[in-house]
């Protein structure tokens, strides 16, 4: 049964596929006018049909046009009805020229069996939906005007004719099918490969991060019995355990990136995140959102999760702030991200000091962002903030 089932059947998917349709229905739109316009040769009747023709076609494809580009989700159905609607204009259009003798109509076929064997891709599908196309097509070709010209061999003609369409529709759907499996190919080692960030995000939290975790309690325990013993004994450990403290908060960026590839939402693991942050750190942290988030791919929400990450991390090292506060702005056709915080400030010479800033720009670059950094003088803190483009649709 599976092959009587069309494969792409998520809007997504059917977008871009749309898009190009439209633009290549108002290719041949234009075409038809020129041949239409240019030296006509019709009775008043048949061009009248054209003119209407021409109307219809322009104010579907105007709608769907309007669809496929304001942001209503693109379904099979929708492609389905265009299709039996072009047949139909198609076919009647063929019918009223006379049949088989005109040099327009029956070469519309074409592009319309191939885009409904884009948009479906069962070959068996396909075959049917060219069957009932070619049915119609020689029906209207033997009772149209004077039907067939059987002394001029025109059945040959029209066989010929049906015979494309079956060729068209095949080439186009083993294409289609060939580019399906490579997606689905590449979709399935993404997957794959989010399993494995998972468990091993998993793996880290259950054995390193916990050993660690408690490194650091040993730590502070040590320091509290050696501050009545010896003073560089307690500046040691005090390093020790802000490094103990450094390491376990290195060990939560692949733990709690893994919710997003969970399918969590970039509010919600920044939220977590900024828990974490807080209790490592014992600096609160807090996640402030404006708007409503949309539904983001997983690689911009990750690259975005990477640069807060970073920003908190100076925070931790350098700051030394008393306060820090991640803001989530979603407006219409972008999001804000901004990471604050109160402590000293950045040097003058920031950007060349390792590499945590080179690796923010980075990627913001990667998901068609800018990052800008504002830092005043000594004690007026920090503000990170990163933009990022989005179609909502």
Known sequence: ????????????????????????????????????VYRPTFTVFTY???????????IVNGVVHYRVVSGPSVTLRWMLGLSVLDVVIITAGTAVSGGLNHNLFYL???????????FFG?????????????????????????????EAKEEKVLFGRIVIMYAVVASVNLLAKAERMRRQGAVKRERELQRERIELSQTIHDT????????????????????????????????TSALSRSAMWELRHPIDVSLIFEGRSLTRVLQVHAASFQTIASIPADVVQYGEEPVLP?????????????????????????????????????????????????PADYAERGHG???MRANAERINGWLHVESGTSGRGTIVTCEVEYDRT
């Open 122 to 150: 069962s070959f068996r599908l396909s075959f049917v939906w060219t069957s009932v196309v070619a049915s119609g097509y020689a029906i209207a070709c033997l009772t149209a005007g004077s039907g067939l010209d059987l």
């Open 1 to 36: 049964m599976h092959h009587w089932h069309p494969y792409s059947t998520e809007p997504e998917e059917l977008r871009y596929p749309a898009k190009v349709f439209v633009w290549v229905r108002w290719f041949l739109h234009i075409a038809s006018i020129i041949e239409l």
């Open 208 to 239: 390193t991060a916990q050993s660690v975790y408690m490194i650091g309690i040993g730590i502070d325990s040590a320091r509290e019995l050696a501050e009545k013993t010896s003073s560089e004994m307690v500046a040691k450990l005090d390093a």
């Open 357 to 359: 800033f080179r690796y």
């Open 298 to 346: 997983s690689v911009t929400r990750s690259r975005l999760f990477s640069i807060a990450h970073n920003a908190l991390t100076n925070a931790l090292r350098h700051a030394r702030a008393s306060r820090v506060s991640v803001a989530l702005d979603f407006r219409e056709e972008r999001l804000r991200m901004s990471v604050s915080d109160d402590g000293i400030g950045l």
């Open 48 to 58: 009248s049909f054209y003119i209407g023709f021409l109307a219809l076609l322009a």
């Open 108 to 118: 519309l076929y074409y592009p319309s069996l191939a885009w409904f064997a884009v």
